[in-house]
């Protein structure tokens, strides 16, 4: 999906044209409350800058967004307690990313029952460490 900054409900929501419960702001980014609310505190963290997703996302903005994600994820513990929380980030439809502008999703946890789960099988019995050694070898060739 295609999407551009003048038809971005996240660059609408940072630029206070669509109203949402603020939790931060700075210069570069924004954060505030999913309206899903999966779990008390779910909150989102966008870069003002749009970018489709993680791909798209210049080093500059990446590194302002990720700078603000320790102190926001402290401060949910600190007023909530939860017993733990996860950071999640969906990029590209076929992964859950419904809202084209990257953006991170802090989930505090409560406990089994608390509306969220992530679910994946292990396939550690496939991969001998020469495997994953080639596995390693062939992502580390692409990085530029």
Not at 64 to 75: D, E, H, I, S, T
Request: net charge negative; hydrophobic share 35%.
């Amino acid at each position: 999906m295609s999407q551009t900054k003048d038809d971005c409900l996240f660059c609408k929501i940072a630029a206070g044209e669509i109203p949402s419960a603020k939790v931060y702001e700075d210069e570069d980014v924004y954060a505030f409350l999913d309206i899903s609310q999966v779990t008390k505190g779910h909150t989102l963290v966008i870069p003002k800058t749009h970018a489709k997703n993680i791909y798209e996302t210049p080093d500059d903005v990446a590194e302002k967004l990720f700078k603000q994600v320790p102190k926001l994820a402290q401060a949910i513990k600190d007023t909530y307690q939860p017993e733990g929380l996860n950071i999640l980030n969906n990029n590209e439809e076929p992964a859950g990313q419904s809202v084209f502008h990257l953006h991170l999703h802090l989930i505090p946890r409560y406990g089994k029952g608390d509306g969220f789960g992530a679910v994946w099988k292990t396939h550690e019995d496939k991969y001998n460490q020469d495997d994953l050694q080639t596995i390693a070898t062939e992502i580390n060739q692409q990085i530029k």
